[in-house]
């Protein structure tokens, strides 16, 4: 373990943002608390957190590889990330590529429809409103973002999708849909942060669509920890898996 000098700064549902010795950074924690359906369902499952910081922090080391600029700076932990310390914008930016979940209650869209171009999506982080969908006139009016801000938001989510589809997709996975947020760097650069995980994504398998992400938990099934392992063991090499001892899994 390494013991960084950390004082809280806010506690979310799943995380815990620290300020530490370089204001430039912050040290997150991803902790093993889980929640769903607007924080009705909860639940603390050992090893969550650092499932989901070791799956978050190679999915950012891929898409800076590929010009994304992103918050991680480094993992310190299996479950600790210093993360550059960003002015967050109260956007969840959803991108889908098949059609389920809220999407299938709210419009007619047929079950697991192919959804190309993806479908982009907007709603407003904020626990009052219960994170009400937007539209671009909205978030202008509420000086969320500026239209341009806006369209490059538009742009890098789009790049994400590919990036990650096309990685996943080498693993038998497909990238149903995700949510990221995004925030301003001190030089006012729009930078990826939060998280990318199965906690903020959809991932099925390629050939029989089984879940490895929340949804399992979200349906009140077994073994969502054993599935975020398998996605571990899907994503990391060998050396990093052995780097946080991450137990092997025979696939
Ligand atoms: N790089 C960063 N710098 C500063 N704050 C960040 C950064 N990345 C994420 N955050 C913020 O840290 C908090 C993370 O907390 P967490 O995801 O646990 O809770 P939450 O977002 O409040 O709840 P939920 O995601 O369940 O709606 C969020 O408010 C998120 O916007
Ligand atoms: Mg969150």
């Not at 479950?79 to 002015?87: P, T």
């Not at 419009?107 to 009400?132: A, G």
Request: with cysteine; net charge negative.
């Amino acid at each position: 373990m390494t013991e960084i000098k950390k004082e809280l700064l806010y506690t979310g549902k799943a995380k815990n943002v620290y300020k530490i010795e370089n204001d430039d950074e912050v040290l997150i924690k991803f902790r093993d608390d889980i929640t769903a359906l607007d924080g009705g369902k909860k639940d603390t499952l050992s090893k969550k957190g650092a499932y989901n910081a070791l799956i978050s922090a190679k999915f950012f080391k891929i898409l800076e590889e590929e010009g994304i600029l992103t918050q991680y700076v480094k993992l310190v932990n299996e479950d600790e990330m210093i993360s550059k310390s960003l002015d967050m914008i109260p956007l969840e930016v959803i991108c889908r590529n098949i059609a389920t979940g809220s999407l299938l209650r709210k419009y007619p869209f047929h079950k697991n429809q192919e959804l190309q171009p993806p479908v982009l999506q907007f709603d407003y982080k904020n626990d009052v409103y219960h994170d009400p969908m937007l539209n671009d006139s909205i978030i202008i009016a509420l000086k969320i973002a500026t239209e341009e801000q806006l369209a490059e938001i538009r742009r890098i989510t789009l790049k994400i999708n590919e990036i990650l589809s096309n990685f996943l997709k080498e693993r038998g996975l497909i990238l149903v849909d995700f949510k990221i947020e995004f925030g301003f760097d001190k030089e006012g650069n729009i930078v990826l942060g939060d998280e990318i995980s199965p906690d903020t994504t959809r991932l099925w398998d390629a050939e029989t669509y089984e879940n490895f992400d929340k949804d399992i938990f979200r349906k009140g099934e077994e073994g969502v920890v054993d599935a975020y392992h398998v996605v571990v063991n899907l994503v990391l090499t060998d050396e990093e898996k052995e780097k946080w001892n991450v137990e092997k899994l025979d696939l």
